[in-house]
């Protein structure tokens, strides 16, 4: 995959997990009444234990002599302690008795299935965009590589959780699809397709709060491509380069007042104090309007209640579809009563769009959110990116 700019890569220490075993064994046995890979019970004691990952605390690894066990925590808005498992190997003989009720991915996978524009970026970032045979929303997708592909026909859209063509999912025999939805109605179709035999492996990658955390589950994906050395090297770099922009913010007095997003009839799905963008900002020098609320999900508020606080705003970023100030204007009038629209502060996260309207920060900038990172810092500090040009983002005019 091409992104935008490169970071140097720190050298790679790949380390394994082999403690637990025992646990791990205990807690399968106990797991009743669920369905393939699922456990009710038991989660808080997974989550406790060494940890595979820095930052992402929706999946969780355990390494083990010809497999590993793979765990997805809470994948969907508002679940609470689920956990879906799957065994990845090369031989599935190799597993104990205990294991052999949970779903086993041979690897490295052939054929796939990707349900986000994200899981194709990540995929992508690895060198095994290839291997992507099915996707969902192809109108969606950015990378010029991947539209090349869907023209050619090596590549089939497949439809979304609510009109999925289960015939050309069928037809596609994937190794593995990677599915995720934002209701838990997604676990229907996951169902359905297990009972049609095609493995099914659930993502919950965009409900990790930290930036990196959503970066970091290139390593789950380099699993099922045993590409984890170079998940891993990839990792530390975007890690290391995002650490360093931080520590540029990092003891600032004045932090610009931001707004975010736009309203949807009437209504403005505000993101919440503890979400991904909120952590944006703050990292990159902000201070986010709505950041005394807990959630990390979107918070529905009315008009009313946001100009209330908008009109404190020294900058507005990602406001929806908007490509001119005079388009942000007839949305509503009475932005032009804001200061930050007066002052021609307004920046949105639209300036690498696809021609069916396949918006970039949505791939490579989950992957590279360094590079995000250093576009909010230019245009909250722009005194401290010099020479920096912004790359996701650009400002309205």
Not at 90 to 112: A, C, H, M, Q, Y
Not at 162 to 173: F, N, Q, T, W
Request: with cysteine.
């Amino acid at each position: 995959m091409t992104f935008p700019a490169r970071v140097r890569y720190l050298p790679v220490t790949c380390f394994l997990h082999h403690l637990y075993v025992l646990a791990v064994m205990m807690l399968l046995l106990l797991a009743v009444g669920c369905s393939p890979g699922e456990e009710n019970s038991g989660t808080a004691s997974i989550r406790a234990r060494a940890s595979y990952t820095r930052y992402a605390s929706g999946f969780e690894v355990e390494r083990y002599p010809g497999y590993d066990l793979v765990q997805v925590f809470d994948p969907w808005q508002n679940s609470s302690h689920i956990t879906f498992s799957y065994l990845l190997g090369e031989d599935p003989g190799r597993l104990p008795d205990s294991l052999r009720n949970l779903p086993f991915i041979t690897v490295p996978v052939k054929r796939v299935i990707a349900f986000s524009t994200t899981h194709v970026a990540l995929i992508q970032a690895l060198d095994e965009s290839v291997k992507i045979r099915g996707v969902s929303g192809s109108e969606l997708i950015y990378d010029p590589e991947m539209n090349l592909r869907i023209r050619r026909g090596e590549v089939v859209d497949v439809g979304n959780d609510r009109a999925l063509d289960y015939e050309k999912v069928i037809s596609l025999r994937p190794d593995v699809m990677f599915l995720f939805g934002v209701e838990e109605r997604i676990r229907e179709i996951s169902d359905q397709l297990t009972g049609m035999n095609i493995p099914v492996v659930f993502c919950g990658d965009y409900l990790e709060r930290h930036p990196l955390g959503r970066a970091e589950w290139i390593r789950f994906f380099a699993l099922f491509f045993q590409k984890e050395r170079e998940a891993l090297r990839l990792f530390r770099g975007i890690d290391s380069s995002y650490r360093a922009l931080t520590r540029i913010t990092a003891d600032l007095e004045e932090k610009p007042a931001v707004l975010t997003g736009l309203p949807w009839k009437d209504t403005w799905y505000m993101a919440g104090g503890n979400s991904f963008t909120a952590k944006l900002i703050e990292d990159a020098g902000g201070r986010f309007l709505w950041d005394d609320t807990e959630s990390s999900q979107a918070i529905p508020m009315d008009m009313e209640s946001v100009f209330s606080r908008a009109v404190r705003a020294d900058v507005w970023i990602n406001p929806g579809d908007v490509e001119r100030m005079e388009d942000l204007v007839s949305f509503d009038g009475r932005f032009s009563k804001l200061d930050v629209v007066a002052g021609g502060m307004v920046f949105n996260n639209n300036a690498r769009m696809g021609p069916s309207g396949g918006n970039d920060y949505w791939e490579s900038g989950i992957v590279r959110p360094d590079l995000v990172l250093a576009d909010l810092i230019s245009i909250f500090h722009p005194a401290l990116m010099e020479d920096h040009r912004l790359i996701y983002y650009k400002k309205l005019k």
